[in-house]
């Protein structure tokens, strides 16, 4: 028996002890010739159509090498739209530290909770949901920013970040 006719031999042999009724494909011609059947040779009929070949369509699933973790970042990605290392910290944690008007561009400077101080203008991006400094007022600024509900809906909001009694507030 040549080595490829083993092979075949126990690759069948293997199969059928796994429950599997189909067999691989042999690898030379002499080996693929089928036999008679006992009940070919005594007239039955032939057997019924081959089953049509099974494929596979990925339309309407999700890629299963890709993290489910990732799918849900994704549709969050107006939550983290804030580059900056403000956007690290809800606006609640940062503090307002010094407040400067009087300019054509008021500026003002906020703490975050390591200690670092920021500098931020109107139309800056501050906070985890993507707020934006709507106005640099003596003494406070104005945060606006949309908020997702409980039921998905977002919610436009603004936040008053203001100067401590014992804070800078410097005017020109």
């Given at each position: 028996m040549n080595a490829r006719a083993l092979?075949?031999?126990?690759?069948?042999?293997?199969?059928?002890?796994c429950g599997s009724t189909t067999r691989p494909p042999l690898a030379?011609?002499?080996?693929?010739?089928?036999?008679?059947?006992p009940a070919a040779a005594a007239g039955a009929t032939a057997p019924a159509a081959a089953?049509?070949?099974?494929?596979?369509?990925?339309?309407?699933k999700r890629d299963p090498f890709r993290s489910y973790l990732v799918e849900l970042s994704q549709e969050n990605t107006f939550s983290s739209r804030c580059s900056t290392?403000?956007?690290?910290?809800?606006?609640?944690?940062?503090?307002?530290?010094?407040?400067?008007?009087g300019l054509e561009d008021p500026v003002?400077?906020?703490?975050?909770?390591?200690?670092?101080?920021?500098?931020?203008?109107?139309?800056?991006?501050?906070?985890?949901n993507g707020g934006t400094v709507a106005a640099v007022r003596s003494g406070?600024?104005?945060?606006?920013?949309?908020?997702v509900r409980a039921d998905g809906s977002r919610d436009s909001t603004q936040t008053v970040l203001r100067l401590p009694k014992a804070a800078l507030n410097l005017e020109e």
């Amino acid at each position: 028996m040549n080595a490829r006719a083993l092979m075949a031999v126990l690759c069948a042999l293997a199969l059928s002890a796994c429950g599997s009724t189909t067999r691989p494909p042999l690898a030379n011609a002499a080996a693929a010739k089928p036999t008679a059947a006992p009940a070919a040779a005594a007239g039955a009929t032939a057997p019924a159509a081959a089953e049509p070949e099974y494929s596979y369509s990925s339309v309407g699933k999700r890629d299963p090498f890709r993290s489910y973790l990732v799918e849900l970042s994704q549709e969050n990605t107006f939550s983290s739209r804030c580059s900056t290392p403000l956007g690290r910290y809800d606006i609640e944690q940062l503090k307002l530290v010094a407040v400067i008007t009087g300019l054509e561009d008021p500026v003002a400077m906020v703490e975050s909770p390591t200690g670092v101080g920021y500098t931020v203008r109107r139309g800056a991006c501050i906070g985890k949901n993507g707020g934006t400094v709507a106005a640099v007022r003596s003494g406070e600024v104005v945060v606006s920013e949309w908020v997702v509900r409980a039921d998905g809906s977002r919610d436009s909001t603004q936040t008053v970040l203001r100067l401590p009694k014992a804070a800078l507030n410097l005017e020109e």
